[in-house]
């Protein structure tokens, strides 16, 4: 372009977004992509030196992508990122190993990882350790980064959740399991364990992993606890048989993650409850000081079926723990529930729609208002209306002619999205992640998570 007088102008280059940030030992690059950035995310590359992501390496001069996440970058020997795109960060900066949690996490990884080889061979059992700890002190992040550093070590630990509000390798709404004997997807938007490593879910960058899953269908624990504590006890027996069947395994030992609770008297029943059920032996605090105190006054003599002592740790949680209130985590149960029917930004998964009758699916669904001093409690059939639209139901591995105990407590075969209810024409528009018909298997229709915007647009 030109101007009478000035003549040519040079065009002026855009004003690059990428830097290089730089970590001593033991320090960290925290980051948080906006969920309203119109980019694909956040772009890292490992320059020189080692980091990791919950305990899952990054590959030298390998660009990874990062989205609708709140997360951090650790190294222990220090490193060099490349960083490009929209984000909000900072470096946090430590004197001395000592002075970051980070060092006890890796401390208790090594003692948990001595327990592992004493147990190798078939010589006797793997450590089962329980995080606990109130909202928001990173539970999931080191349950994963435990999961991450043994398998690391060639281990095959077992991870557990029965916290409904987190989803492992499962939507919302469940308690399950599964064996993590391969290396863990560092690109997981919500840094937990999400869906996208899962066998229906596409193709995937890293190994499958194969979950065992039981529906829930609530956000919280004390909204039917009679029921969570029957799924809880049917997720335990699942652990047990794979512990029992499997030397790997077994010596690998499980990492259970569990519901925020605080020291009130009816929320550490519920940890209780899972101490007992999967046999653990350590069981470690996160930032709680009441809650260590009484649990170690309740399991001081108390030990495990094996004969065990149990151990109760008390460990600070991360200064770097983020905030997840909950327009956050609705946000991200929405963006797990688009990425099992879609994929996401890697993979992109072509969903099955069918038109049934209404006379074609059998559907039940849970009380409206349990009695929580009941706990013989069963699922009802449900009436198709509109209201079912958009809602996401569990399909049980169970059969229709089964009684609505044996469904109820059934485990789960994958989901299904209502696209549509047309009332009348008795039919129902359904999404699923694989071609073929529902056949015997009956639904599941909870009360959470809440319907999801129209999948269809």
């Known amino acids: 372009m030109s101007i009478p007088g000035l003549g040519e102008i040079a065009p002026q280059p855009s004003p690059s977004t990428t830097r290089t940030i730089t970590l001593r030992p033991f320090w960290e690059w925290r980051f948080q992509v906006p969920r309203s950035s119109s980019g694909p995310g956040v772009s ?17 001069n390998h660009n990874y992508t990062f989205a ?38 890796l401390n208790l990884h090594f003692t948990l990882q001595t327990q592992r080889r004493s147990s190798s061979g078939g010589r006797g059992r793997g450590p089962r350790v329980m995080i606990c700890g109130p909202h928001n002190t990173g539970k999931t992040t080191l349950a994963r980064t435990l999961a991450a550093l043994a398998t690391r070590m060639g281990e095959q630990p077992l991870v557990a959740n029965v916290d409904p509000r987190e989803g492992l390798l499962s939507l919302p709404g469940t308690v399950s399991a599964a064996v993590f004997g391969t290396i863990m997807d560092v690109e997981e938007p919500t840094g937990g364990f999400g869906v996208s490593s899962t066998p229906c879910s596409g193709p995937s960058l890293v190994p ?8 829930y269908g609530r956000e919280k624990v004390e909204e039917d606890m009679p029921l969570w504590k029957d799924l809880v ?46 046999a653990v032996n350590i069981v470690v605090v996160l930032g709680s000081a009441g809650l260590n105190a009484s649990l170690q006054t309740i399991l001081e003599n108390e030990k495990t ?60 669904k849970a009380p409206d208002e349990p009695d929580l001093y009941n706990s013989h409690q069963t699922l009802e059939s449900a009436e198709i209306t509109a209201e079912m639209s958009h809602w996401t139901l569990a399909v049980m591995n169970a059969s229709v002619n089964d009684p609505p105990e044996t469904i109820q407590q059934a485990p789960v075969l994958g989901f299904v999205a209502v696209a549509d209810v047309d009332e009348d024409r008795r039919r129902l528009k359904i999404l699923s992640p694989v071609s073929g018909r529902l056949g015997n298997r009956p639904l599941v229709w909870g009360r959470w998570p809440e319907p999801y915007i129209n999948l269809l647009g």
């Open 44 to 60: 890292v590359r490992l320059l020189s030196g080692t980091a990791e992501r919950d305990g899952t390496e990054l590959a030298l």
């Open 68 to 105: 609708r996440t709140k997360s951090k970058i650790l190294t222990y020997t220090g490193c060099s990122l490349e960083v490009s795109g929209e984000v909000e960060d900072y470096v946090a900066q430590c004197a001395a190993p000592e002075d970051t949690p980070m060092l006890s996490y």
């Open 208 to 215: 499958v992993k194969l979950p065992m899953v039981y529906y």
């Open 305 to 364: 079926t094996y004969g065990e002592p149990i151990t109760v740790v008390l460990l600070d949680k991360s200064d770097g723990v983020a905030e997840r209130d909950r327009d956050f985590m609705k946000f991200l149960r929405e963006a797990a529930i688009k990425e099992y029917f879609f994929g996401d930004s890697k993979r992109t998964l072509s969903p099955f729609t069918q038109s049934v009758g209404f006379d074609d699916v059998v559907i039940f």
């Open 233 to 278: 006890t049917k997720l335990a027996s699942s652990v047990r048989a794979k512990l029992s069947s499997d030397d790997a395994v077994r010596s690998g030992g499980l990492v259970l993650d569990t519901p925020a609770v605080t020291a009130v008297k009816g929320e550490v029943e519920i940890l209780l409850h899972a101490v007992r059920e999967f």
